[in-house]
């Protein structure tokens, strides 16, 4: 694109690309769940489906407001690129009430309550250290492959790291603050207890002052890609 798209457009698009995010995370793991009670298909078919919704957002997205998603990523990109201060609030705020209102559209179309605060308790060192890794992760594939000469790969990098981490994570991943906050108005598969919450953000927010450092290191010239 020849000019930057205002900012009322990049939260719009920031707050859509959540909020069909989260539809597909909380609604893959309904429908999971009614097909089959064997919790590793319900997993397989909950990754499987936000990696390809992933893919796809960010696609979708990524020319209008770098399809960020997720305050861990804003954040970085500020630290990282040239995003601008000012907008980073804004961001946040538009990412998390599109993942909640995602929430609430995933549970009414499963006939739902619109509004189910979970019950699903995620603690302990193991999940927490998890959602460490997930984060620091998620940044390394997005900024490390963002400043190399494959940067056209990171839409698909980004769901194949998630896909993943999915398995090979305790927690499953989540690795966005937005998302957390928004899985937990859904007492389904994909859910999270809101007292569970600020632990995992913690840990999301930790995940990214380690990646940081990292990514300055290995790839310390800027770049223009978020």
């Known amino acids: ?5 205002t900012l009322s457009r990049r939260l719009v698009a920031e707050a859509l690309g959540t909020m069909l995010l989260i539809i597909a995370v909380v609604g893959s793991g309904i429908m999971a769940t009614n097909l089959s009670t064997d919790v ?22 990524a020319d209008i407001s770098g399809a960020h998603f997720n305050p861990v990523v804003t954040v970085a990109a500020r630290v990282l690129s040239s995003f601008p201060s ?8 538009a990412q998390t009430i599109g993942g909640c209102i995602g929430a ?11 509004v189910t605060l979970s019950t699903k308790i995620r603690t302990g060192g193991n999940i927490w250290l998890s959602e460490v890794v997930a984060t620091m992760g998620l940044l390394l594939v997005i900024f490390l492959i963002s400043r190399s000469k ?3 790969a990171v839409p698909y990098a980004v769901g194949l790291w998630i896909g993943g981490a999915y398995w090979f ?6 690795a966005n603050p937005a998302v957390s906050i928004a899985r937990s108005l859904t007492d389904t598969f994909a859910g999270i207890a809101p007292r569970s919450v600020p632990m995992f953000v913690m840990m999301q927010l930790v ?20």
């Open 169 to 174: 994570t305790s927690s499953t991943s989540l």
């Open 1 to 5: 694109m020849n000019t930057q798209p």
């Open 86 to 93: 000012r907008d980073i609030a804004p961001y946040i705020v």
């Open 40 to 61: 590793g298909i319900q997993l397989l078919a909950n990754a499987g489906a936000t990696a390809a919704a992933l893919i796809a957002l960010i696609l979708m997205f």
């Open 104 to 114: 609430v559209i995933a549970n009414l179309m499963f006939d739902l309550n619109a």
């Open 207 to 226: 995940g990214l002052v380690v990646a940081l450092p990292i990514i300055k290191f290995i790839a310390p010239q800027s770049s223009s890609n978020e």
């Open 150 to 152: 494959r940067a056209s």
